[in-house]
């Protein structure tokens, strides 16, 4: 897992430095406001997730992705 999570660091970094056209990826790395809809999105993800007792670990991997 700390492979993946290391994968994705350095694939934003590298997306930071070489942005991409069209790469969403850039477009959260350039608008704090998107980002912020973002995480609060995914979070809330993880909160229903939670209380539905379902996909507990995919939803909060998307919050530590993010």
Do not use: C, Q
Not at 10 to 35: E, F, I, M
């Amino acid at each position: 897992m700390l492979n993946t999570l290391e994968s994705l660091f350095n694939l934003a970094r590298d997306r930071k430095k070489s942005p991409v056209d069209g790469s969403y990826t850039n477009k959260l790395l350039s608008d704090k406001s998107l980002s912020k809809e973002k995480v609060l999105e995914e979070i809330n993800e993880l909160v229903e997730a939670i209380e539905k007792n379902s996909n507990k670990i995919h939803e909060a991997a998307d919050v530590f992705i993010i």
